[in-house]
């Protein structure tokens, strides 16, 4: 159990070194603009601005439905991992859509041999037993919908940043 938690933490050490130096080239990032162009200054400072919040809200909204699909995946038996590089590597929209056409259907074992079956079959593949249905209709609440909460406000954040990045730009030049 020990070891357990001292790999996970190394893992949490590896990911927050990681948004560390992240935050770290931002700032540098935005030090080398200050000195540069001799200070912050309105229109001109506003577009990396929201250029950071496209990026950043963009990789939360990613994080959120990865973290929806990583959860869907466990309660269907499928690849977890396999489909949240999916989502990160396909866009989180264009995953989504992937993985609702591509998912499992939730299954349980036979009462009579195990076979797991799909929760509406009325039959068992292997054993042809009757399967009576009381679970089907408890199943079809919505899971983890913190997650799902939180990817669409990071979408609409990310569409608020996006309209700010075209606004400014399209101000710049006049």
């Given at each position: 159990?020990?070891?357990?938690r ?29 000195a ?13 601005l ?18 929806w ?94 309209t ?11």
């Open positions: 159990m020990k070891k357990h001292d790999i996970k933490y190394r893992n949490n050490r590896g990911l927050i070194l990681a948004a560390a130096i992240l935050v770290l080239f931002i700032l540098v990032r935005f030090g080398i603009f200050f540069v162009s001799g200070g912050f200054s309105g229109i001109a400072m506003a577009i990396p929201f250029l950071l919040g496209v990026i950043f809200f963009w990789l939360l909204m990613s994080a959120f439905f990865g973290a699909v990583y959860q869907d995946c466990r309660k269907r038996g499928d690849d977890p991992v396999l489909w949240v590089i999916i989502i990160f590597l396909a866009t989180p929209v264009i995953g989504l859509l992937i993985y609702f056409l591509r998912r499992r259907e939730i299954k349980r074992p036979c009462p009579a041999c195990g076979h797991p079956v799909p929760l509406r079959a009325k039959y068992c593949e292997e054993c042809g037993a009757y399967i009576q249905n009381r679970e089907g209709m408890e199943n079809k609440k919505v899971h983890h919908k913190k997650y799902i909460a939180g990817g669409l406000v990071s979408l609409a954040l990310l569409i608020v940043c996006l700010g990045v075209i606004v400014s730009a399209s101000g710049a030049g006049m």
